[in-house]
């Protein structure tokens, strides 16, 4: 029986080396990509209005993150998301667990939900200024009101895939109702919740820089419509690539905290990309 | 039918409820207009043509960047499954901007390409394409092996086994991208014109609400919405008829 | 039926809906008694209710039609009295196997070490030593099998219910985990109730093998099964092979009304 675990400490040593090899290739891949936008901006094939170089781009990040107008911003901006984003959680989890055990609660809350998914929900934005003003607090709502979808569904999935028998074994053990939805349900539905959690994050992101577009009030979205409006085509695109940074960030912290949290599941696998 | 009433009264509680808060003045009439009277703005604004004469371009706007995403990314998404240099040339290109929120491309299309239609089809374009070409890459990757090769030993083509074995292969993927783009389609096409437009749905309701006139805002906002919905719903339909031939329906 | 049996199951009947379809009749009058520390199998076809009849000893599903006693009082539902182990194997996957273990002793009052040291004792009585820490998607399928079994057995339940147990593993993993259970049943002798449809698995195992007829079910015969176990060529012996035989042709039958019933 050691072959088991032989294989398993033979396998981590591999797995680091692959994953060296393929962050320095995805690095590369960038790198190229990165030199390839330089050289085609000088080539003249486009004004350097439409295609600022990388190196422009780059500078004015630089400006900005020593002037420190850049951590505000982008510090706004987190803000927003991360507000919106945990209270989608809370409500997302919370309702989900609701209408996957409760039928009441799954009849009331099912058109909503199935009806508010493939809404445009942003199109309600000038209804939620109307009635939380002009501030932080309408952008939060808008960020809770679009994240919180993916993770209803996401935890609704979840707890219906719990096995009876994981539920019966526990209670053959003598585990009552409390105990049996956080010590049981809970992490048995983890890995799916967590997948709608993943799926949450860059849509509040997304959301959040959105509302600043269309409300200003500091952030990254709102400067990037700035800029774009004084035809700064260098502060747009500084925007977006920010927003790219930021956006991975987030992404691969997300898939850290599930390797973490999940590391006894079968080797689960994010959701990929491509 | 009874099903399905059962299914949606919530809704009908809300709308109630909603009639009557608003009736006496619960919430201020203002932030929350009757429904009645958001329906009575809606018919006006039918009547009047406005609803049409913004409805027109947004969907214009919306349809025309939609089909060339189709079009554009099923084709890339078989190609980079099938030939690894389309691959190794555009998926660095899909991996960097898929985590890039499409409507931060919003200010970018504007430098480019101003303030009308062609900066919103450019943008619905560019967001659309990237889950279609996902979904049809996945897809096609995943057209078994051992249809392939039957395909292969019964003389067909490269191109030939592409279509006829890859692409049905690749439907399921494909359609389930192409109803994301179709969702994100809708949305980035709210956006563009929440933030900047000379007309369109969106510029309506940012006009309404800043003229103060909340019904009619609300009658608008609540028929984006439902557009929405009903597109996808449609979509859905179709999407099953033309997986019919699955026995297990992917949803 | 005697009244010190632990088990009684008398005149149990059992409906259910499926989501889409009519009432479905899963058992019909099914009566069986399971003394104290025998080793009962339910042999049946699949969909014969076996299972079922396990579920509602268990208290997994509500007994609405006749009864269901055991040490004499009527079942309300799960408890630490009656361990089940299933096909499945039923771990908590997030947990390792050492907090699997100890997952059905934190309710007993015992001391804290004393609860660590029966579940390594029973973890050692599986074969697992050295896998403690191990989670279940790291074990073989007769390993995760194991690791239920000292789950079960660790918080001393009278009564184990076993369904299909060794269903999901390989022929020679299950030919290995039946001589093992024979093993610990002796060492520690509870009443078993082992629920398969391999006639071979019940005949060996089993002191008694109740056969139970297509759906709606019910117990068609009661047989016989002591054989001397500790025979290692107790598969060849002629009265095992008679035994199987006599027992196999109670089941085809029932078998094929099964497959006919399921074709229409």
């Known amino acids: 029986m050691s072959f088991v675990v032989e294989a398993s400490e033979r396998s981590a040593a591999a797995r680091f080396i692959r994953c060296a090899g393929w962050v320095a290739a995805h690095f590369a891949s960038i790198v190229a990509l990165l030199v390839a936008w330089e050289l085609f901006a000088r080539s003249g094939a486009v004004t350097m209005f439409m295609l600022p170089p990388f190196s422009a781009v780059a500078e004015r990040i630089w400006t900005d993150a020593i002037g420190g107008g850049l951590w505000v911003n982008i510090g706004f901006t987190l803000y927003r998301t991360f507000m919106g984003f945990l209270l989608a959680c809370a409500i997302g989890i919370g309702l989900g667990l609701a209408m996957a055990r409760t039928r009441s609660a799954r009849w009331f809350f099912d058109p909503i939900v199935s009806i508010g998914f493939p809404m445009p929900k942003v199109v309600f934005l000038p209804v939620v200024i109307l009635w939380l003003g002009v501030f932080d607090v309408s952008k939060i709502a808008m960020v809770t009101v679009e994240a919180v979808f993916p993770v209803i569904t996401a935890t609704m999935l979840g707890i219906q895939c719990v096995g009876d028998e994981l539920l019966w074994s526990a209670r053959s053990m003598g585990a009552k109702d409390r105990e049996l939805l956080w010590q049981i349900l809970l992490p048995a539905a983890a890995p799916q919740i967590m997948t709608g959690v993943q799926v949450a994050l860059p849509v509040a992101l997304i959301v959040a820089i959105f509302t600043e577009m269309a409300m200003g009030g500091f952030g990254v979205g709102a400067v990037m419509m700035q800029s774009s409006r004084f035809a700064d085509s260098r502060g747009v695109f500084a925007g977006i690539v920010e927003i790219a940074i930021v956006g991975y960030c987030l992404v691969k912290g997300l898939v850290i905290v599930r390797h973490h949290l999940l590391r006894w599941h079968q080797e689960a696998i994010a959701p990929s990309t491509v | ?251 | 039926m005697t009244s010190d049996a632990q088990i009684v199951v008398d005149q149990v009947s059992h409906r259910y809906r499926p989501p889409s379809g009519r009432e479905v009749l899963a058992l019909e009058d099914v009566s069986l008694s399971i003394q104290n520390r025998e080793f009962v199998a339910l042999l049946g076809p699949s969909g014969c209710g076996k299972s079922t009849l396990l579920y509602m000893i268990g208290g997994f599903l509500p007994v609405v039609a006749g009864s269901i006693l055991v040490d004499g009082k009527p079942v309300g539902g799960p408890g630490p009295d009656r361990g089940v182990v299933f096909q499945h194997f039923a771990l908590f996957p997030w947990k390792t196997v050492k907090a699997n273990v100890l997952y059905g002793l934190e309710r007993t009052q015992l001391p804290r070490s004393e609860r660590e040291q029966r579940a390594q004792s029973y973890i050692d009585m599986v074969g697992l030593t050295g896998f403690e820490d191990s989670y279940p998607s790291q074990l073989s399928g007769g390993m995760k099998q194991r690791a239920a079994i000292a789950r079960t057995l660790a918080f001393n339940p009278q009564i184990l219910l076993m369904d299909e147990p060794f269903g999901a593993l390989d022929a020679q993993t299950r030919s290995l985990m039946q001589s093992e259970l024979l093993n610990i049943w002796r060492r520690t002798p509870k009443t078993v109730l082992f629920v398969t449809h391999d006639v071979q698995e019940a005949v060996f195992l089993a002191e008694r093998v109740a056969v139970m007829s297509a759906r709606p079910g019910q117990i068609k015969a009661l047989i016989d099964t002591k054989f001397d176990k500790t025979d290692p060529h107790i598969f060849k012996s002629k009265a095992f092979v008679d035994k199987v035989d006599e027992i196999w042709g109670l089941v085809r039958d029932e078998a094929v009304k099964a497959q006919a019933s399921r074709r229409q």
């Open chain 2, 1 to 251: 039918m009874k099903a399905a009433l059962i299914r949606y009264s919530p809704l009908l509680i809300l709308a109630v409820a909603w009639q009557l808060i608003s009736h006496f003045e619960l919430v201020s009439s203002t932030a929350l207009p009757p429904l009645t009277q958001i329906g009575g703005a809606w018919l006006d604004l039918l009547t009047s043509g406005e609803l049409e004469k913004n409805a027109a371009p947004s969907l214009y706007r919306g349809g025309v960047g939609l089909l060339l995403a189709i079009g554009f990314g099923s084709v890339l998404g078989i190609a980079m499954a099938w030939w690894r240099p389309v691959n190794v040339a555009i998926g660095p290109l899909v991996e960097v901007f898929y985590p890039i929120p499409k409507s931060a491309l919003i200010p970018v299309t504007v430098i480019w390409l101003g303030f009308g239609d062609g900066s919103k089809i450019l943008l619905i374009f560019l967001g659309c394409m990237l889950p279609v070409i996902i979904g049809a890459f996945n897809g096609a990757r995943s057209s078994e092996q051992v249809l392939v090769w039957s395909a292969r030993s019964m003389g067909a083509s490269r191109l030939r086994m592409i279509w006829d074995v890859v692409v049905p292969s690749a439907l399921p993927d494909l359609l389930n991208g192409i109803r994301t783009a179709l969702a994100l389609a809708f949305i980035l096409m709210v956006t563009s014109e929440l933030i900047v437009a000379r007309e369109g749905l969106g510029n309506l309701i940012g006009f309404l609400g800043a003229n103060g006139s909340y019904a009619a805002m609300y009658a608008v906002v609540l028929t984006v919405a439902f557009l929405g919905f009903a597109a996808d719903r449609i979509y859905q339909l179709l999407m099953h008829r033309a997986l019919a031939w699955r026995e297990t329906a992917a949803t």
